[in-house]
């Protein structure tokens, strides 16, 4: 199974709005609303900011929304922040025999 | 709060067996799903595989051969067992908690550094 397409990096300047695509095959994200996204700042773990396509943990900024159409997913942060600037995954699950599957990663640079 | 801790040998030979521990504080272990994730350097997530507590594994096809999960509800600890392992296998090591089989990974270890190397 191979991962999920994210474009290697985007940017964006303080205030504005950026949106990071995930696309996926008919074995994961167009089937099922089973996507989540994590942030990943430098020498740390993974966290968790978006979860079954569109729901926000406790906790989240409201800043971070998701959607889906067809077999791309995404991510929009608005009102870019310092503190956005990290790596960001996506990961969905799928109907091949391994339940779980991650995109290869988007860095996000702030201007 | 759940919290998660990875413990193991931080240097593996080529060919032998990459043993890790996660601890799991603060929480039951019941009702969830306990999940190992890699990240080789420079690189991405890899998903390596959960088991639940109730018995039931899943593991990545590609590492499927290889790979065992394992949990002690008694000692708050789930374990992963990797063979064989390469200078591929070389990664940060993360166990986390998966809240359902279709996820997310809601809590993380802060992650282990393997190497694989002779």
């Known amino acids: 199974q191979s991962a999920l397409t994210q474009p290697a990096s985007v940017s964006g300047s303080p205030g504005q709005s950026i949106t990071i695509s995930c696309t996926g095959t008919?074995?994961?994200?167009?089937?099922?609303?089973?996507v989540s996204w994590y942030q990943q700042h430098p020498g740390k773990a993974p966290r968790v900011i978006i979860f079954?396509?569109?729901q926000r943990p406790s906790g989240v900024s409201h800043r971070f929304s998701g959607s889906k159409s067809g077999n791309t997913a995404s991510l929009t942060i608005s009102g870019l922040q310092a503190e956005d600037e990290a790596d960001y995954y996506c990961?969905?699950?799928?109907?091949?025999?391994?339940?779980?599957?991650f995109g290869g990663g988007t860095r996000l640079t702030v201007l | 709060q759940v919290q998660l801790q990875e413990s193991g040998p931080g240097l593996v030979k080529p060919s032998e067996t990459l043993s890790l521990t996660c601890t799991v504080s603060d929480g039951s272990m019941r009702g969830n799903y306990w999940s190992w994730i890699r990240q080789p350097p420079g690189k991405g997530l890899e998903y390596i595989g959960y088991m639940y507590f109730g018995g039931s594994t899943n593991y990545n096809a590609a590492l499927k051969s290889r790979v065992t999960i394992s949990i002690d509800a008694t000692e708050k600890q789930f374990y992963l067992r990797l063979t064989s392992v390469t200078a591929a296998d070389t990664a940060v090591y993360y166990c986390?908690?998966?809240?359902?089989?279709?996820?997310?990974?809601?809590?993380w270890g802060q992650g282990t550094q393997v190497t694989v190397s002779s």
């Open positions: 986390a908690r998966l809240r359902f089989s279709y996820g997310p990974f809601d809590y």
């Open positions: 079954d396509v569109t």
């Open positions: 990961s969905s699950y799928t109907s091949t025999s391994t339940d779980i599957i």
């Open positions: 008919s074995s994961d994200i167009p089937s099922y609303n089973y």
